[in-house]
């Protein structure tokens, strides 16, 4: 069965529709009714419309049951920083909070509306935020299995059984997941690390193609074979697999 799976947004709305448009085209043309679509996470911060991102993707859920979107790591800051006594996440280098702007808070606060100099933005925000874009982050699995696939949004922590991760582990590791080359016991489909283009290696699938600095939202279709593809307006392109 064809798994779609769209990379890191950022809060780019345009960009995201354009991955789903591209999603339906290729379903319609070459994979049937039944194939899933993952959004593997990261909805929020740095881009302009975090807000219309997350009602975006609330709306496709409430209409289309074959949608999944994982958790990631800014989407539990931005949930943990409304809290009613915000929580750190235990995983951000020291020295930085989800205002800082190498996180991209700000950005997501001002599109509900927060004023970038509000002498409380956490207050602030909890005003303007829906409770139910914030129920929906909360509720997202930060995993997602398939006889074919793993998903999750930062990677795997190698040699753990992919049913023992650590959530900590799904949403922000980096390394050792991104030089180990072992079996994980499945293609561990991911984002968080950006690459300049999609990604295929033995083990694994990055596409997080950087929409938070410029780069695009990407779709992409991979297939019970493992043959995997990018999506684009011209239609398929296939990811070629990079060397062991």
């Known amino acids: ?30 994979a049937g009714t039944d194939a899933p679509l993952v959004h593997v996470g990261d909805l929020v911060d740095r881009g302009p419309d975090s807000a219309g991102v997350v009602a975006f993707v609330m709306a496709r859920h409430a209409e289309d049951a074959r949608i999944e979107t994982l958790t990631s790591n800014h989407d539990r800051m ?3 920083f409304l809290e009613p006594v915000p929580r750190p996440d235990p995983r951000l280098r020291a020295g930085l909070g989800y205002l800082s702007p190498q996180v991209g808070g700000l950005d997501t606060l001002a599109s509900y509306g927060v004023a970038r100099d509000a002498p409380d933005p956490q207050l602030a925000a909890r005003a303007r935020v829906p409770e139910a ?38 949403v922000w590791i980096r390394e050792p997941f991104l030089s180990d080359t072992r079996d994980h016991g499945a293609l561990v489909v991911h984002g ?53």
């Open 133 to 170: 874009h914030l129920a929906f982050l909360r509720d997202r699995p930060a995993s997602l299995a398939t006889p074919q696939v793993f998903l999750a949004h930062a990677g795997v922590r190698p040699g753990v059984p992919l049913e023992a991760q650590d959530i900590d582990d799904l």
């Open 1 to 30: 069965m064809t798994i779609y799976a769209i990379g890191d947004i950022h809060g780019h709305l345009d960009l995201l529709r354009a991955a789903h448009d591209r999603v339906e085209t290729d379903r319609a043309r070459e």
């Open 192 to 244: 968080h690390t950006p690459v300049e283009r999609v990604e295929l290696h033995p083990n694994r699938l990055a596409i997080d193609t950087g929409a938070a600095y410029g780069g695009p939202v990407s779709a992409v279709a991979i297939e019970a074979d493992g043959r995997v593809f990018v999506l684009t307006d011209a239609g398929r392109v296939p990811v070629r697999p990079m060397s062991p």
């Open 78 to 80: 931005f949930t943990r």
